[in-house]
C-alpha cells in the first residue's frame, strides 16, 4: 500500500508503555459499508486508526464515497489530538440517520493521514464487509483491560466533591499525579442567572487554591472574550489547540501570556451538559514538547462523566439562584429546604411593607410598552432596591405594587432580647423608607432632565402576625404572607393618597 503504520504520538513525556494510544494504518483490506442497501462506501485505500478503548474506525478517501448521498451538518465535535470534526447525515431511500459521517479536514499535527478522509459511525450501518466478508458489527468492542486513572479518581474521590471549586482543584492534583504537569486549569461554566453569564474555576501552580470568576452578560460581547478560544467553543464550533509559540501567541491574547509564564501547549475543548448546554475546560502545561496523546486521551476520555458532575454543582446553584430571584432570599431557602406542599407554612412576626405607583393607568395608556416598562422598572430599583438592601425580602411584585417584610427574630416574648430584635426590623423598614424616597427623588431629577414623567408613590408600613405558607392548587403553588396585617399595610398605603404623603405607618408600628 506503500504507507506503514503510525503511532500517532508526537509530543515528549509519552510513557514507555502508554496506556492510551492511537496508531493510523492502511487496512490493506477492500472494505464497504452498506446503509439501506446501498453501498455507500467501498475502497482499497481506507485506513484505519486504532484508539485505546475504542472500537477500530475505517477512514475513506473521498473519491471512495458516495457524497450524493450525503448532506452536510452544522454538528462539530472536538479531540485534543485529532482536531475539529465536521459531519454530514446520510438519507437512502427515505431512511435517514443524522450525523453519523464524519471528518477532520485539518486535523493537528499528530493525526495528518486522516486529512480529508471520512469515517462512518459502525453501527449506523446495515452491513460492513471487509473483502467479501461480512463483518458483524456487535462483534466490534474497544474495550480495553488498560485502566485510565482519572476514570479511576472519578469513580471513587471525585463525586465526593461537594462544589466546583474543589472539584477543580481535585481534578489539577489528580492530573499532576498522572504527569500532565499541568501549568493552569480552568472550567467555564455558562449560567442561568440575571447577572452573570458564565462562573469560571481557575487552578494554576502559582496560585493553586481555586478562585472564582464571574462574568456578566455584557463579557460575552466584549472584545477580550472574542478574540479568546473560548468564543468558538461557545459558538459550538468546537475546540481548539495550540502548541505555543510566536504565531500562536499572536492568535490569541491569551497564548500571550501563557507563553510568557513558560507554557508549551494549550487545549480548550467544550464540555457539553446533559441539556446540550456548551461549557469549557482549559488545561496548559510547560512540559517539554507539550501534552502527550496518552494524557490527552486520559482527559478526552472523562469528558462526559465529568460534565456530570459540574452540571449537579451548577444546577444546584442555578436552583438557589433562581429562587432568590423569583422569590425572595427566605423564602427561596424554605422551598429549597422542603416545604413545598399546598398548606405547609409557618406562622411569622414580620414589619409590613406594602408600596405602590401612582397614576400607573393613565400613564401606560400614554407611553408605549416599552417605555412604560422602562418606567416601572425605575420605579422598582428605588422601592424594592431599598427594601433588600435593608435586610427585607420582596414577597411579590403585584402589577405596580410591592409587596414586602422585614421578618422579626426571636421568640416573640416581651424579653429584652425579643424586644430589641422587633426595634431592629422597625428600623430596618423606616431605613429603606427613607432610602427609596431619596432614591425615588434622584430618579425623578433625571426623569425630568429627559422630559419624561415623575415618579410619585405611596408607602404603607405596619407591623404584625402573619402566615407564612403556600397557598394556591396542587399544580400552581404560590409562598406568600396571609393575614389581616398584611390586608391592614395596604390599606394604611391607600390612604396616603388621602393625605397626599409618601409614606404613612400605623400606630401599631410607631408604639412597637
Known sequence: MGRAARTVDMAPGFSVRPDYQVTIAPSGRRVRAVFNGEVIADSTAALVLQETRHAPTYYFPRKD?????????????????????????????????????????EPYKEAPDIAGYLAFYWDKMEAWYEDDTLVHTQLRTGKSASANPLVDWLLSEAWDATTSRELTKRLAGRMNECGMEILRLNLVIQTLHPLLAAIAYRWSRAEPEVSKLEASHDTLISDQFRNSPLAPIFEGSGGVRRWIDARSAAEYPILDELKAEGATDYVAMPMRFSDGQINAITIATDAAGGFSTENLGYVHEILPMLSRLFEVHAKQRSAATLMRTFMGKHTGERVLNGQIRRGDGEDVNAVIWFSDLRNSTPLAESMSRADFLIYLNRFFDGMAGAVVDNGGEILRF???????????????????????????ACERAVTAAMAATAAIAQTNIAQASRG?????????????????????????LEFTVIGAAANEAARIEAMTKELQIPVLISDTFASS
Open 65 to 105: 464515497v458516495r457524497m450524493d448521498l450525503l448532506t452536510p451538518t452544522d454538528h462539530l465535535t472536538h479531540c485534543p489530538f485529532k482536531g475539529n470534526a465536521s459531519y454530514w447525515s446520510i438519507e437512502v431511500g427515505g431512511k435517514k440517520e443524522e450525523n453519523v459521517v464524519w471528518s477532520y479536514e
Open 398 to 424: 403585584i402589577g405596580d405594587a410591592v409587596l414586602a417584610i422585614f421578618p422579626i427574630a426571636g421568640d416573640g416574648s416581651c424579653s429584652r432580647e425579643a424586644r430589641a430584635e422587633i426595634g431592629l
Open 452 to 476: 419624561e414623567p415623575e415618579i410619585r408613590f405611596g408607602i404603607g408600613i405596619h407591623i404584625g402576625d402573619l402566615t407564612y405558607g403556600n397557598i394556591g392548587i396542587p399544580e400552581r
